[in-house]
């Protein structure tokens, strides 16, 4: 047997991984409690409770949570659990409410979590008190430039510092066009994939397997619209002869670099035409002329940019993708579409379709994929999982603010974060909700 | 296919406003179904729509985009069809797009259909009525059954059809397929429903 933190050194080396971090339902609730738990956990954004009594109903690993915006307009995140039978209170996905009642036996909470009405209160004695059966709460909330963090760790940094070298990232997804602000409220595309949450979040930061993975979208595009539609600067004989990069940004956060090709002279060009094309450049150009039409449907296309915020963030394209974990070989991955507050509405429109095509041409193969390493990790005799691409090549370049930057086919992405997943998973926390 | 079969060099131009709100204000359409044309044209729709889901059990996908009209569109909403321009659907296909779609199935490397999914399309509850502007509509529930690699499932929901007469025979315009769960996690859909 190993020691509690030897075992985690053990399953998570340098260069490997054990299969058991993907298949052991033991590890896989520790995970739940720890990873979903002891770090910030992306929970929403600001713009999908946009309006005093707006809630969402969400997960916080696999604990139900509801994120309102009570009548003062502040942002709660709640457990959704009665004090009373444990029932979850709010069985809606989204919603405007003031309060939420339980079904079961009554018992009703304001958006902001107070429990204002016990029927038949009398029968629980002298000392009842209301105030005492308030929702319990994630203990901690805060938000960067919209996004939504919580965590149940009062020890944690704060999300700034936690963000760290992605702050810088975010901000540059969020400042690619003037004055225009983010929306989330588009609604999402949800596929279920019958793999652990981790298969998902590993390609998010693999810039070795675009050419493979996705070969039939690329086939595709190349033989009906010709070369240099998308992502035909994935090569295959050498996938890292390109100008793209991944980096390391600390805290198991990651990033690929697509823009170096993919915004080299104009995505908008380059990209596959998808429905409406024609149509709505014409209209932008003839009313706003071609140089402010131009400058406008680069943000009809994806940024560019894959920057995966550990455990559970993939910001991606123009979207924000959420790993939802169900079970140790189920997981949900959650594509919200974005739309931009002052632009003209053809760029929204275009944004829609150009959302809807990767899940639709990209991710179902990602999808086949993770779940037949799924099914392979089921041999029990065969133990490792390889990461250690470019390990030992010399090529990653460490900067004066910490970050690691390496080829674009580096495994730099999964080492990164196993380290900051066996960090947690080593830790001995004080989680508490409040 | 030869090259300048599969090629998609003309641009696609009726995917505008006019066509996003005429989709829209389907909605009343097929809420409260109109009278049935005659029996002939129903007929001619039944037969149409048989055909549909046969082609897509078959795996004949190339015969089965041939029903379509050359300004078709193929449309799954997210949940509840609210308006494309500010939603992203599950899938919202113009003519182009879902060729695009076919074509990626058949360049042996979509991962996501090897092995293929097969099928079965059950077809019920069906209503012919009358579109409008020469055109012909349908509406029917559907339970689709599927099995790929060792997995069952079944998918439900209800179409709507639109049919216009191109070049002399009656042709699909507008397939909207409403899964009963089509906001809730779905698992691989990569074939057609």
Redesign the interface.
Known sequence: MHSAASQWDHLVQEGRVHRSLYTDPSIFAEEMIKIFGGTWVYLGHESEISKPNDFVSRNLGLRPIILTRDGSGKINALLNRCSHRAATVCRLREGSARYFTCGYHGWTYSNGGQCVSVPGDDAYGPDFKLGRYDLARIARLETYRGFIFGTLNREAPDLVDHLGGARMLIDQWLDRYPRAELVVR?????????ANWKLVYDNAGDGYHPPF?H???L???A????PDRDMSYYGTSDPDDCAMYTQSLGHGHTFIDQRPEMHADSAWKRQ?????????EAQLRRRLGNEEAARLLEVAVGSGMNLNLFPNLLIIGNQIQVVEPLAVDRV?V??Y?T?LDGVP?EI??LR??T???FP??GE??D???F??CQQGLAIPELEWVDISRHLHTARERLDAQGILTGPISDDLHFRAYYQEWKRLMSAELNLTVG | MTKDESSAGAPSLYVNDALYERLIALDRLWKQPGDPPAPELVETCERLIKREARLLDDGEFERWIELFSRECIYWIPLGRANDPRREVTVEFHDRRRLTDRVARLRTGSAYSQIPPTRTCHLLSNLEIFSGGAGELAARSSFVIQTYRAGVHRALAGWCGYLFVNEDGGWKIALKQINLIDGDEGQENNSFFL
């Open positions: 588009s609604s999402a595309h949800r596929m279920v994939m019958r993975s070969r039939s979208l086939l595709m595009t033989r009906r619209h010709g596959r035409p998808q429905p409406g094309r024609e149509t709505y949900q959650t594509w579409a739309t509405e929204n429109v829609m379709r959302q809807e095509d639709n041409f179902v193969d999808g086949a994929n779940e037949a």
